[in-house]
């Protein structure tokens, strides 16, 4: 096996943590990127704050210059549930400057190892929610626009054999969701609805599917988002 070097945002909590956990677990180096200073991380952790835009530079460029960067997992995010006429314009600025704009970031910084080494790997979480889940709004648009840059980052970067593809998981249970929904709500259970399965994922269930489209045997495949939900892109049955 071919030991990598993955960076992941978003890194000590829910699927960040799985995901940096099963790669560390396979012999990968993996280096997190989250608020919060985390001494019991698998691998190498830098405490940022990834909604300042110059901290998260300054972050992302002195690991590049010091680290080789073999794949991304953009994973950080926020979600504001909200109705329609609750959501002001600073919300939707705040939700997606933190859910798109360190994906921009790190990518940026992490390219020249990439396309020197002919060969990458990047991961955008995007959600469910792209598909239309009242009061989710700007979370969902924000997602949409992650899978837009899938798409197009993946054209762009397939010359140098980087390969650009998008996780959309369903309801997982992760400390975010129990926030948003907790138990025994009826957000919670009207997410469970959503889901044909009639559960919510675990973080390890996603983590799986990300380390597969970063695995050598992905190879081929960019450009796509992966739905791992349960069946809940697809609906339920008719009874």
Request: no cysteine; hydrophobic share 50%.
């Amino acid at each position: 096996m071919t030991t990598r070097v993955f960076v992941i945002t978003g890194a000590t909590k829910g699927i960040g943590r799985a995901t940096a956990e099963r790669l560390a677990g396979a012999g990968h180096l993996v280096i997190g990127l989250s608020r919060n200073p985390d001494p019991l991380f698998p691998g190498e952790h830098i405490a940022v704050d990834l909604a300042d835009i110059n901290a998260t530079a300054a972050v992302v460029i002195d690991l590049a210059r010091r680290r080789r960067i073999d794949g991304v997992i953009n994973n950080v995010g926020i979600v504001k549930p909200q109705a329609l006429e609750e959501v002001t314009p600073r919300d939707l600025a705040e939700v997606f400057d933190l859910n798109i704009r360190p994906a921009l970031q790190l990518v940026q910084a992490a390219l020249p190892w990439m396309k020197i080494a002919g060969f990458g790997r990047i991961v955008n979480v995007s959600s469910l929610t792209v598909l239309g889940v009242t009061q989710r709004m700007t979370y969902a648009a924000s997602k949409a626009a992650l899978i837009s840059f899938t798409r197009t980052w993946a054209l762009e970067l397939a010359p140098w054999n980087i390969t650009v593809n998008a996780i959309a998981p369903g309801p997982t249970a992760t400390e975010a969701l129990t926030a948003n929904s907790p138990p025994g709500s009826e957000s919670e259970a009207r997410f469970k609805r959503m889901v044909p399965l009639n559960r919510f994922a675990h973080p390890s269930e996603i983590a799986a599917a990300i380390a597969f489209l970063l695995s050598d045997d992905a190879g081929f495949i960019t450009g796509q988002t992966l739905f791992v939900d349960g069946g809940a892109s697809i609906g339920k049955q008719l009874l």
